[in-house]
């Protein structure tokens, strides 16, 4: 199988990443090579907004873009146990920035009232709608398309584990 790029899968933070299993299954959809790295990328100090208690989004992603990536690394997903936020948002599971390749997800939220297996189906969902957003992706309409904005675990359990053949189509996987 011919691989459209690699991608690195890198723990953000202390706490420890999920499995590998959803996170690169989420990249083999988009028939990406993955590198799943438990080394720990640093969240620093100044990266939480104190009266939230969460970490802003816009100040890691300013300084992760500015990392360079390993050799052979296409893009990166970085994936943290933290709550998350951005801009007008409560919360976010996760922030992508295309034109940078690399992407957020927050797991801090995927587990509430989840067994094992619920949790790794929303972890799947997730990572690959920001991965879907490296690759090109824009929201979509589609309720049960993985693309489609989700702003609660109900809207996360609501999509179907897919992309909607007009997504597929957007991208050439079909
Ligand atoms: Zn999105
Ligand atoms: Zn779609």
């Known amino acids: 199988m011919k691989y459209r790029g690699t991608i690195l899968i890198k723990q953000l933070g202390r706490i420890p990443m999920p499995p590998s299993k959803p996170l690169v299954s ?9 590198i799943y790295d438990t080394t720990p990328e640093p969240l620093e100090k100044f ?4 009266k939230r208690n969460q970490y ?21 997903l970085y994936v943290m146990g933290e709550d998350l936020f951005v801009g007008k948002f409560n919360f ?6 295309p034109s940078f390749k690399i992407a957020l997800l927050s797991t ?12 790794e ?3 799947f ?18 309720s049960n398309c993985i693309m489609s904005f989700a702003n609660s675990v109900l809207d996360v359990d609501r ?16």
Do not use: Q
């Not at 179907?160 to 079909?174: A, E, H, V, Y």
């Open 26 to 34: 989420a990249a083999s959809l988009f028939v990406l090579k993955s």
């Open 47 to 50: 990266e939480i907004d104190e």
């Open 125 to 142: 969902k997730e990572a690959a709608h920001e991965i879907g957003h490296l690759m090109g992706l824009e929201h979509c309409y589609n």
């Open 159 to 174: 999509k179907l584990p897919i992309l909607c053949s007009d997504c597929m189509r957007k991208i050439g996987l079909i």
């Open 108 to 119: 801090y939220r995927l587990g509430m009232n989840a067994g094992w297996k619920l949790y």
């Open 121 to 123: 189906e929303r972890i």
């Open 56 to 76: 802003d989004a816009s100040r890691i992603l300013s300084r992760l873009t500015s990392k360079s990536k390993p050799e052979g690394v296409d893009y990166v």
């Open 92 to 97: 976010v599971f996760g922030v992508a920035l």
